[in-house]
């Protein structure tokens, strides 16, 4: 094994209400866990077990009390995402890492394809280019033109999730964090996007996803985490995980995608 | 690409007491952060807060009780731009740092064409040929959207959103380093406001404005800034990632605010 990209240790989040007379809630109670360049590890867990707030947590949108989540970064330094300066973060998220989340969060009135090409414009890639491959990528996911020049706020809930993913794939990051990535789609939908996550794979993106559909989570994953209560209860390869009663076994249409070793 | 790592604006201790009679009035204490080049910083909290007096004083409208503002164009960084004499005081203003007012009224002169308006702030910039000032005043009005047959007209007689466009095309006509935009939506409909908040974001896009908005509605804030200062009486409160503010706000008054939007 190569060395990690992310380490994660005794990574603890606690979310103080003071609006509710100081009442506390306990997303995180220490997590630990390692992910290695290219590896699809699955979080799956009740909900309200703390599988979101453990990737706002490495994304920064929450604030960690305790433990230490180390990332290399592409130039080979070692840097503590819950501590690095915000900054820095701003970097890594232009950069290096990016969030999913299960809704798009897309601003208003602005066009499906500059949505997607905002991501490489932002790295300084060329307005004309950035919009082509933009195209392209949301052509992969069936968002024809028509759709690439509408706003997505205007589309359905799977038209928008692909718009969500095509911004993550569109150059895909060391480091990508997907809440439920296909949770939204039909069954052709979501193996294309399974074919996308795995070229990303292959090109060495890791990443951490939250699912509840059991077969994707077979299709693509290298190992599982469970979370249960802000723990993890846990952890290892898909073969030697047992899976809670309410994940969604699917229909079976996948396995024409094809297994993952 | 290449991250120039120094910030632009290295604000410290800003502090700002108001005498009335014998009485003090505080409107902003101990105010310290950076903006970094590129970046749209975001200040929020409620009327009184003191939000707008820190931008008054970054734009030298108020003078500050104490503390220091160090913008790197101005000696290196070295001095605060609170020691800048009259005559860099104006420097200051007509090169590197703009204001966009809540009230169009404050930044444009409204018995001077629309057109006039942006080309003064182009004169005080020091452009000299007279071309290249109307081809400059008119492409700006053109990216604000205002159509061009208005360019000789007076903004007195403007709607209050397409007052705030000419004054935004004012403010960013000769390219500052600097713009500090002060509650540039509020009092604006809806639909006008979505038009002024579309604007500023493809600006800030297409030029990668160094920028400090005040407002109170966080969409705005949520739609144009990178980070957030949290004011309440006076003080910063807290300050962090615009995302991380609004969705695991770690002071007691941030996360009332969060939690009063309305819709």
Same mark, same amino acid.
């Given at each position: 094994?190569?060395?990690?990209?992310?380490?994660?240790?005794?990574?603890?989040?606690?979310?103080?209400?003071?609006?509710?007379?100081?009442?506390?809630?306990?997303?995180?109670?220490?997590?630990?866990?390692?992910?290695?360049?290219?590896?699809?590890?699955?979080?799956?867990?009740?909900?309200?077990?703390?599988?979101?707030?453990?990737?706002?947590?490495?994304?920064?949108?929450?604030?960690?009390?305790?433990?230490?989540?180390?990332?290399?970064?592409?130039?080979?330094?070692?840097?503590?995402?819950?501590?690095?300066?915000?900054?820095?973060?701003?970097?890594?998220?232009?950069?290096?890492?990016?969030? $999913?989340?299960?809704? &798009?969060?897309? +601003? #208003? %009135?602005?066009?499906?394809? @500059?949505?997607?090409? !905002?991501? *490489?414009?932002?790295?300084?890639?060329?307005?004309?280019?950035?919009?082509?491959?933009?195209?392209?990528?949301?052509?992969?996911?069936?968002?024809?033109?028509?759709?690439?020049?509408?706003?997505?706020?205007?589309?359905?809930?799977?038209?928008?999730?692909?718009?969500? $993913?095509?911004?993550? &794939?569109?150059? +895909? #990051? %060391?480091?990508?964090?997907? @809440?439920?990535?296909? !949770?939204? *789609?039909?069954?052709?939908?979501?193996?294309?996007?399974?074919?996308?996550?795995?070229?990303?794979?292959?090109?060495?993106?890791?990443?951490?996803?939250?699912?509840?559909?059991?077969?994707?989570?077979?299709?693509?994953?290298?190992?599982?985490?469970?979370?249960?209560?802000?723990?993890?209860?846990?952890?290892? +390869?898909?073969?030697?995980?047992?899976?809670?009663?309410?994940?969604?076994?699917?229909?079976?249409?996948?396995?024409?995608?094809?297994?993952?070793? | 690409?290449?991250?120039?790592?120094?910030?632009?604006?290295?604000?410290?201790?800003?502090?700002?007491?108001?005498?009335?009679?014998?009485?003090?009035?505080?409107?902003?204490?101990?105010?310290?952060?950076?903006?970094?080049?590129?970046?749209?910083?975001?200040?929020?909290?409620?009327?009184?807060?003191?939000?707008?007096?820190?931008?008054?004083?970054?734009?030298?409208?108020?003078?500050?009780?104490?503390?220091?503002?160090?913008?790197?164009?101005?000696?290196?960084?070295?001095?605060?731009?609170?020691?800048?004499?009259?005559?860099?005081?104006?420097?200051?203003?007509?090169?590197?740092?703009?204001?966009?007012?809540?009230?169009?009224?404050?930044?444009?002169?409204?018995?001077?064409?629309?057109?006039?308006?942006?080309?003064?702030?182009?004169?005080?910039?020091?452009?000299?040929?007279?071309?290249?000032?109307?081809?400059?005043?008119?492409?700006?009005?053109?990216?604000?959207?205002?159509?061009?047959?208005?360019?000789?007209?007076?903004?007195?007689?403007?709607?209050?959103?397409?007052?705030?466009?000419?004054?935004?095309?004012?403010?960013?006509?000769?390219?500052?380093?600097?713009?500090?935009?002060?509650?540039?939506?509020?009092?604006?409909?809806?639909?006008?406001?979505?038009?002024?908040?579309?604007?500023?974001?493809?600006?800030?896009?297409?030029?990668?404005?160094?920028?400090?908005?005040?407002?109170?509605?966080?969409?705005?804030?949520?739609?144009?800034?990178?980070?957030?200062?949290?004011?309440?009486?006076?003080?910063?409160?807290?300050?962090?990632?615009?995302?991380?503010?609004?969705?695991?706000?770690?002071?007691?008054?941030?996360?009332?605010?969060?939690?009063?939007?309305?819709?």
């Amino acid at each position: 094994m190569t060395d990690p990209i992310l380490s994660v240790r005794d990574l603890a989040k606690t979310i103080t209400l003071h609006i509710l007379g100081g009442r506390q809630v306990h997303p995180l109670r220490g997590v630990s866990f390692d992910l290695q360049p290219g590896e699809f590890l699955a979080v799956v867990g009740p909900s309200g077990a703390g599988k979101s707030s453990l990737l706002k947590a490495l994304y920064r949108t929450y604030v960690a009390d305790a433990g230490s989540a180390m990332f290399r970064t592409a130039s080979g330094a070692t840097v503590d995402l819950l501590r690095v300066p915000e900054r820095e973060i701003i970097r890594l998220r232009r950069e290096e890492m990016r969030y $999913v989340s299960q809704f &798009l969060k897309a +601003p #208003p %009135r602005i066009p499906a394809v @500059d949505v997607v090409a !905002s991501v *490489l414009t932002g790295r300084g890639i060329a307005v004309a280019e950035a919009r082509t491959r933009a195209a392209e990528s949301l052509a992969t996911l069936r968002i024809g033109t028509d759709l690439q020049t509408s706003y997505p706020a205007l589309f359905s809930g799977g038209e928008q999730q692909r718009v969500n $993913v095509a911004r993550a &794939l569109v150059d +895909p #990051p %060391r480091l990508l964090l997907l @809440d439920e990535p296909t !949770s939204a *789609l039909d069954t052709e939908n979501r193996a294309r996007v399974l074919d996308l996550l795995r070229e990303a794979q292959g090109r060495g993106t890791a990443m951490i996803a939250i699912l509840h559909d059991l077969e994707v989570l077979r299709v693509i994953a290298d190992r599982v985490l469970v979370i249960e209560d802000g723990h993890i209860t846990q952890y290892g +390869p898909v073969s030697e995980i047992v899976f809670p009663d309410d994940l969604d076994a699917g229909t079976g249409e996948l396995a024409v995608s094809g297994g993952h070793a | 690409m290449v991250e120039p790592l120094e910030p632009l604006l290295r604000v410290r201790n800003l502090t700002k007491v108001y005498t009335s009679g014998n009485r003090r009035v505080l409107a902003c204490e101990d105010v310290s952060f950076d903006v970094y080049p590129g970046e749209v910083l975001g200040i929020v909290g409620e009327s009184g807060s003191g939000k707008s007096t820190v931008l008054q004083c970054l734009y030298q409208d108020v003078a500050p009780t104490s503390g220091q503002a160090f913008l790197a164009s101005y000696h290196n960084g070295e001095h605060s731009i609170f020691e800048a004499d009259r005559r860099e005081r104006r420097e200051l203003r007509a090169h590197q740092i703009s204001m966009v007012y809540q009230n169009p009224r404050m930044g444009l002169n409204l018995m001077v064409t629309a057109g006039g308006n942006v080309a003064g702030r182009l004169l005080a910039a020091d452009w000299r040929r007279v071309s290249d000032i109307r081809d400059k005043a008119s492409d700006y009005l053109q990216r604000t959207e205002v159509p061009l047959d208005r360019m000789d007209d007076f903004p007195a007689f403007f709607s209050g959103g397409m007052q705030q466009r000419v004054q935004i095309a004012k403010a960013l006509a000769n390219g500052p380093e600097l713009v500090l935009l002060d509650e540039l939506t509020t009092g604006l409909d809806v639909s006008v406001q979505a038009g002024v908040l579309d604007l500023v974001r493809d600006i800030q896009h297409t030029t990668g404005m160094t920028a400090i908005i005040v407002s109170h509605d966080l969409g705005v804030i949520r739609l144009l800034t990178d980070r957030v200062l949290v004011m309440k009486d006076g003080h910063v409160v807290e300050s962090g990632l615009t995302d991380q503010i609004l969705e695991d706000p770690q002071h007691p008054y941030t996360q009332l605010l969060v939690n009063c939007v309305t819709a």
